[in-house]
């Protein structure tokens, strides 16, 4: 089960935290900026964003359970960009993090299905043998087109025991616009999240969490605590910490009693660290890594929420 | 204006549907998939891609306006698969169609940013200049995020002269559980309908559509009659004809009285069209595309709604 394999990592290293690699070329130091290629802009952008990449995850693996990869970053830099995104997540692996694709992937019915097995099963060849394309180890999906949008990723699952986050209450300011509706009593959140929870009933591993989880933002602390404390089995993906403004305090209450339940990602705190520092990126990166994972320890034991 | 070109082209080709190029090996020809090369899969599968949805365009561009790619199904054939939707969609322009790229993105702030750059406008480079990715005419985008998860594609649009269609009513069964949900009056998709129109109100063109439009399904004709009658200046894209049932005759209330606001996508039907017909594949997608054209412009006239 794809969430006990998160939930181990994070009691292992002592951190419930996520690195966010929304790489663009403009968070990049200028040592590497200044190796462009203008000849081959996309090739030489990938190649960049690689090495980038890999100097952050060989600095953070023995410290940082999972990293998150935000697919539009890649998206943007065509094809080549794709490539990076599949081979910065093949490196992660080889040096023992999950890996999440922040792809916000929705769609319906087959489509939905040719989504999963991009990202989570395999695609079948006309030889008769399946092959992974991108074999990610969980995938954020977005709900706006009812449960047979959401439906054939929860089937990846079960089948290729993966993972994924459902938006629920996202850290955007507008979120509410949509999310907060209240109908039958209940926001559209809490709808959501009571959709994720049945979702995932069958998925539920050894920590009491399925491996269909959802999306809270960081921004929305309140929210997260009340989410946190309506659905026992759903598992939270919390980004917004750091550059959004979420605060460690406020974030100990999406987390269960023993510290589980929820992984808080930074991106840009992490990637842009030697914008402030004098060490050398990947070191900076390190150093606001073990300075996150310590403000996240440090406020669980404040809230008496942490067993690890 | 975007949407401008593409009812031109509809008034001008007397057609207004569109090719959907959702291409999966299992659709291809037994003549092309037996040409599959286990030893390369992954570029075995876009050479293939390529070939079949080059002759499908080739067959079909004096006839349809345009054609729309699901990324989904480029997805799963990973990063070589996006090269081969790439490429689709710079050989359908040099055929004069224009190209619509299905990927229903969706984030927040900066990452939407990403995405509207990546689909619609460019790329900064470390060199000052900014390269398109993919530079498709049109996007669909996905509104759970609210907003500020839209806003940056309507910028976009403007920058770039390039036009989005937003979710609003989908075509799949479950689609009412949230977008049904009946808040202050309304439904959710009335409320996201009314947004999509305020976000458009700067960017009507000449037959007072906006750039910034609605999906709608075909299989729900009676949201999309009352959508179309309250919302005037919203341009749909429908898809859901054929393969999905959704019929000429009940779609022919979402155009206006001149048979335009409206473009009808069909995908199985045309690019499986084959699969019934004795004719060879690209034959067998135009002698369909003709007679969708046919059904829908019968449709239209029946109705009272055709002007060109």
Redesign the interface.
Known sequence: MMIDRLFEAVIQKRNPSVLGL?T???YLPQEL??Q?D?KA??ES?AELIRTFNYALIDATADIVPAVKL?S??Y?????????A??DTARYAKQKGMLVMADC??????S??Q??A???LSS?????G?A?S??DMDFLTV????????VQPFVQACEQAGKGIFV?VK??????????D???QGKT?YT??AG?VAQWGQTQIGRYGYSSIGAVVGATYPAQGAELRAAFASVPFLVPGYGAQGGKSDDLALTFDERGLGAVVNASRSLMCAHQKSDAPYAQAAREEALRMRDDLLGALAKANRLSY
Chains 1, 2 share one sequence.
């Open positions: 929304d663009r070329l403009e900026q200044s462009f203008a802009p996309f952008a935000q539009a970053y998206e943007m830099y065509g094809p080549q960009g794709v490539q995104f599949l916000k992937r929705n769609d319906i019915g489509t939905a040719a989504y097995m991009a990202y695609t079948p060849f006309p030889d043998i092959r394309a991108f977005s709900p706006y087109l009812g449960v047979d949008g938006l996202t850290s955007n300011p507008s979120s509410g616009q949509l999310q509706i209240v109908a559209v709808h959501m959709l």
